[in-house]
C-alpha cells in the first residue's frame, strides 16, 4: 500500500459519512461512463441498427440479471429492477426514432436515455434517484454496439479506496471487501443505493465529498465513514491513530456480545433490518435479536405480475424460519414514492411522496393486503415464528386500527404501524390505542419533518436525523408510546449511529433496527451508558439549537472509551 505523506496541512474534506469504519488506501477513480463517440457516423439502416440496439439492452439485462444472481438481496433487487429499466420497451422505441432520424446507435442511446432521465428527475423523488441507474444502462449499451469492455470499477491489485461521482447498483453491488477498503462518491445521499449497499457490506462509506473526482488517482487518502471526513495525503500520525482505533474497535467489539443493554441492564433489543431471504439467512447467524424491519416490498421490486398467497407463504416461510423463536418484525408492502412496484402502480402522481404510497395504497387495493397478510399468517403457523406486522406511512388513529383490524381478522397476534409522519408522531398516544407497538421510520420522518426529499443528496443537512426538530418529534411519538404503555423502536438508518442510538434510548426508544454491520458499535456504546445517562444525552441533543451542536453535545458528554473507537 502507498505510504502516507507528511505534509504541513493536509487537505481535509468533509462528506457524510453513510457507513462506518476508517480505511486509508490509494485512490482508484471510477472512469466516467462510456460516452458515444464524436465521429460516429449516421445511421443508414435504422432498422438494421434498432436491431444492435435491442440486442445490446437484452445483453446489458442479461448481465444485470446474472450479476443479481450472485448478490444479497438488497443488491439483488437493486440489479434486477436496474435490468427492467434495460428490459423497457419504450427505451429502445425512443432510440429507435432517433435512428430514424439518421443518428448513429450509440447517440440514439444516449438521446432516448438522457429523454427518459430528463423526464425522471422532472418527475423528482423515487425516479430522480433512479437516474443514475438509467445512466449506467446506457453506458453499458453503448459500450455494447461499439464493442468496447462495460463501464466500471478498474480491476484491482491492492486495497484501495474507489471515488466515483455515483456508483450504479451493478457496481457497488460486486465489490470485492478485501480490495475495496472505502467508498467515496460526490454525488449520492444518506439513503442512496451507494449508501444501503455499503452499510449491508461493511465497507466504510463518504458520499457528497465535493470535488471527489478530482483528487489524483493513486493519491493517498484516509476515509472516516463515521465522520465523513476524508483527509487527502494524510500525515503519518493521523494513519496511525486511525490504524489504532480499528484495532481498539475490534477488540471492544469482540467483547460487547448478547442482548442489547445499558449499562444498568435496561433492556433495547438490537434488530437488523432486511429485505428477503438472503438477507435473512445471512443475518440470522449473527448476534441479534430478530428483524425490526423486514421491507417486503423489496421481494417484489422487479414483479410485473402481483404474487399470489403461494408464493408469498413459501418466501415469507424462508425467512421467518433461520429466526426461530427470535422476533420478525414485518412491514406490509411499502409501494410507491422512492420504492414503486409495478403491479400497485395506481398511474402518474405530481407528488408521489405525499401520495397514495404506504398505507394509503392498501386502502386503494385491500386485495394486495388481505392476499399480504394471508400469506404471512400461514408462513407464521408454518413455522411458529414471532411475527409482528406493521404498516408504513400511517397518519392517523383510524388508519391505525382499520389496518390493526385487518391483522387481527387474519388470525396474526400483533398489529403495529410505523410513525414517519409527524401528525401520527405528534398524536401517538390515540394513532397507538388499537396497535401493540409502533416503530419510528425516522428517514421518512426527517423527510417530513423538514420537507425535504430524502432522494436529493444536496439536502443532507435538512435530512440529518440529528435535527433538533427531528428530535422534538421523535420524543412527543416516545411520551404517547409511555402513555400508553405500548413499545416503541426506531428502524430508520438513526437507529444505526451509537451516539444518536444512546439518544433515542433516552427519549424512550426500546428497539433499534439497523443495517447488521452497525449492530455491535450500538450494542458497545449502549452497555457503556445507564439510562439516566442516555437521558441526559437526549436532554442536552434537544436543547441544543443545530444538529451540528446536538452532535457535538452528545459526543462531548458521552463516554470517551466509546467516542474513542467512533
Ligand atoms: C424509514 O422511513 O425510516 C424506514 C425505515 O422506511 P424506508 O426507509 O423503507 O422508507
Ligand atoms: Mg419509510
Avoid at 98 to 115: M, R, S, T
Amino acid at each position: 500500500m502507498t505510504s502516507p505523506n507528511t505534509p504541513a496541512s493536509p487537505e481535509v474534506r468533509i462528506g457524510i459519512g453513510v457507513s462506518p469504519g476508517t480505511a486509508f488506501g490509494p485512490v482508484v477513480q471510477v472512469a466516467p461512463p462510456v460516452r458515444p463517440p464524436a465521429d460516429e457516423p449516421g445511421s443508414t439502416d435504422p432498422e438494421g441498427d434498432l436491431e444492435r440496439v435491442r440486442a445490446a439492452l437484452a445483453v446489458v439485462a442479461a448481465d444485470l440479471d446474472a450479476r443479481a444472481a450472485h448478490a444479497d438481496d438488497t443488491a439483488q433487487q437493486i440489479l434486477k429492477a436496474t435490468a427492467l429499466i434495460a428490459r423497457d420497451r419504450g427505451l429502445a422505441k425512443a432510440a429507435g426514432a432517433q435512428l430514424a432520424k439518421g443518428v448513429g446507435p450509440a447517440h440514439a442511446i444516449d438521446a432516448a436515455v438522457e429523454q427518459y432521465a430528463a423526464q425522471f428527475e422532472a418527475l423528482g423523488g423515487l425516479f430522480a434517484e433512479r437516474v443514475t441507474d438509467l445512466r449506467d444502462v446506457g453506458a453499458r449499451a453503448i459500450a455494447q454496439v461499439l464493442g468496447i469492455p462495460a463501464p466500471g470499477i478498474p480491476k484491482l491489485s491492492q486495497p484501495s479506496v474507489i471515488v466515483a461521482e455515483d456508483l450504479a447498483p451493478a457496481e457497488t453491488a460486486l465489490l470485492d471487501p478485501a480490495l475495496v477498503v472505502a467508498i467515496v462518491t460526490r454525488a449520492g445521499g444518506r439513503t442512496s443505493h451507494t449508501a444501503i449497499l455499503a452499510a449491508q457490506m461493511g465497507i466504510p462509506a463518504v458520499v457528497q465529498l465535493s470535488e471527489a473526482t478530482a483528487i489524483l488517482a493513486g493519491t493517498p487518502v484516509s476515509v472516516d465513514g463515521d465522520t465523513g471526513e476524508v483527509v487527502i495525503d494524510p500525515p503519518v500520525e493521523l494513519v496511525e491513530e486511525h490504524r489504532r482505533r480499528r484495532a481498539a474497535r475490534t477488540q471492544a467489539l469482540a467483547a460487547s456480545t448478547g442482548p442489547g443493554r445499558t449499562a444498568d441492564e435496561h433492556p433495547v433489543a438490537l434488530l437488523v433490518n432486511i429485505g428477503g431471504v438472503r438477507d435473512a439467512l445471512e443475518a440470522a447467524t449473527a448476534d441479534v435479536e430478530g428483524v425490526g424491519l423486514f421491507r417486503t416490498e423489496f421481494v417484489f421490486l422487479s414483479a410485473t405480475t402481483a404474487p399470489t398467497v403461494d408464493q408469498q407463504t413459501e418466501i415469507y416461510r424462508q425467512v421467518f424460519e433461520p429466526f426461530g423463536r427470535r422476533r420478525v418484525v414485518v412491514r406490509t408492502l411499502d409501494a410507491g414514492a422512492d420504492k414503486p412496484l409495478a403491479f400497485a402502480n395506481l398511474g402518474h402522481e405530481d407528488n408521489p411522496a405525499l401520495g397514495l404510497r404506504g398505507l394509503r395504497l392498501s386502502a386503494e387495493r385491500p386485495d394486495l393486503l388481505d392476499t399480504q397478510l394471508e400469506a404471512l399468517a400461514r408462513a407464521a403457523d408454518l413455522t411458529g415464528a414471532d411475527v409482528r406486522v406493521m404498516a408504513p406511512m400511517v397518519a392517523t388513529a383510524e388508519e391505525a386500527a382499520w389496518f390493526a383490524r385487518r391483522v387481527r381478522e387474519n388470525g396474526l397476534a400483533k398489529a403495529g404501524v410505523m410513525i414517519e409522519v409527524p401528525g401520527a408522531a405528534l398524536r401517538a398516544r390515540h394513532v397507538l390505542a388499537d396497535v401493540d407497538f409502533a416503530s419510528l421510520g425516522t428517514n421518512d420522518l426527517a423527510q417530513y419533518t423538514m420537507a425535504a426529499d430524502r432522494m436529493r443528496g444536496e439536502l443532507s443537512d435538512l435530512l440529518d436525523p440529528w435535527q433538533p426538530a427531528v428530535l422534538e418529534v421523535i420524543a412527543a411519538a416516545c411520551r404517547g408510546g409511555a402513555e400508553l404503555d405500548k413499545p416503541i423502536g426506531v428502524c430508520g438508518e438513526s437507529a444505526g449511529d451509537p451516539l444518536l442510538a444512546l439518544v433515542l434510548v433516552g427519549l424512550g426508544v426500546s428497539s433499534l433496527s439497523m443495517a447488521p454491520s452497525k449492530v455491535g458499535l450500538v450494542r458497545l456504546a449502549l452497555a457503556r451508558h445507564t439510562l439516566a445517562q442516555c437521558q441526559e444525552l437526549a436532554e442536552a441533543a434537544l436543547h441544543a439549537r443545530t444538529a451540528r451542536d446536538a452532535l457535538d453535545a452528545v459526543r462531548s458528554a458521552a463516554n470517551p472509551e466509546v467516542t474513542a473507537i467512533l
